[in-house]
């Protein structure tokens, strides 16, 4: 007997990931003192250590796997390119996940324009690379885009995770082996996108 697809999907899925955040993941994340593993555990932690739910955790560890399935280096936003990390990751993790964690994935960027654009603070807090980047991402998003980004079913769940993102550069913080966030993966492939709420409820 063959054993179920879903489990031969899951062993692949985390064959994958140990290669991309053992291998591939100990490049700089852009500008700052971090790795892309580093920065992967610490969103991932802070949106535990906050309560969000196991789909958002998820989001926040992997958000940035788009930048490690392309071969445009560590740093294209100093050469004036924008790698669409966003676009490629969501796309990555649709193939095993449910919207609840690819989405916000996809709407992240996006998300970091809609701050920009609503919240008059939030631009000073960015950092450096966050602000580089932001240019080649199409700057502040107009009334238009702001508007249409509330339509978005997960728009909420991107802003969340955009918070923890740009939270997790120090490289001073506690680490987790990403091996700790397993059980989570597991959680969130099995999960059922009727219920979509940001916290889980049973940490509130």
């Given at each position: 007997m063959h054993p179920p697809r879903h489990?031969?999907?899951?062993?692949?899925?985390?064959a994958e990931l140990s290669d991309i955040y053992g291998v591939r993941a100990h490049g700089r994340y852009g500008l700052s003192q971090v790795t892309q593993r580093m920065h992967a555990i610490q969103c991932a932690s802070l949106a535990q250590a906050q309560g969000f739910a196991p789909t958002l955790v998820v989001a926040a560890l992997?958000?940035?796997?788009g930048h490690m399935v392309h071969d445009l280096g560590e740093h294209p936003a100093a050469e004036g390119i924008d790698d669409h990390h966003e676009a490629i990751?969501?796309?990555?993790?649709?193939?095993?996940?449910?919207p609840s964690v690819s989405e916000p994935v996809r709407l992240h960027v996006a998300a970091k324009r809609y701050l920009c654009a609503t919240d008059k603070?939030?631009?000073d807090k960015l950092s450096r690379d966050s602000i580089e980047s932001l240019a080649l991402q199409g700057?502040?998003?107009?009334?238009s885009e702001v508007a249409a980004f509330q339509t978005e079913q997960f728009w909420?769940?991107?802003?969340?995770?955009?918070?923890l993102d740009d939270a997790a550069k120090d490289p001073d913080?506690?680490?987790?082996?990403?091996e700790a966030f397993l059980p989570l993966i597991e959680t969130a492939l099995?999960?059922?996108?009727?219920s979509i709420a940001l916290m889980d409820e049973s940490r509130r």
């Amino acid at each position: 007997m063959h054993p179920p697809r879903h489990l031969l999907e899951s062993v692949q899925l985390l064959a994958e990931l140990s290669d991309i955040y053992g291998v591939r993941a100990h490049g700089r994340y852009g500008l700052s003192q971090v790795t892309q593993r580093m920065h992967a555990i610490q969103c991932a932690s802070l949106a535990q250590a906050q309560g969000f739910a196991p789909t958002l955790v998820v989001a926040a560890l992997l958000h940035d796997i788009g930048h490690m399935v392309h071969d445009l280096g560590e740093h294209p936003a100093a050469e004036g390119i924008d790698d669409h990390h966003e676009a490629i990751g969501s796309r990555w993790l649709a193939r095993y996940f449910p919207p609840s964690v690819s989405e916000p994935v996809r709407l992240h960027v996006a998300a970091k324009r809609y701050l920009c654009a609503t919240d008059k603070s939030y631009i000073d807090k960015l950092s450096r690379d966050s602000i580089e980047s932001l240019a080649l991402q199409g700057g502040p998003m107009s009334a238009s885009e702001v508007a249409a980004f509330q339509t978005e079913q997960f728009w909420r769940h991107a802003i969340a995770l955009r918070r923890l993102d740009d939270a997790a550069k120090d490289p001073d913080a506690p680490l987790l082996a990403f091996e700790a966030f397993l059980p989570l993966i597991e959680t969130a492939l099995g999960a059922d996108d009727e219920s979509i709420a940001l916290m889980d409820e049973s940490r509130r």
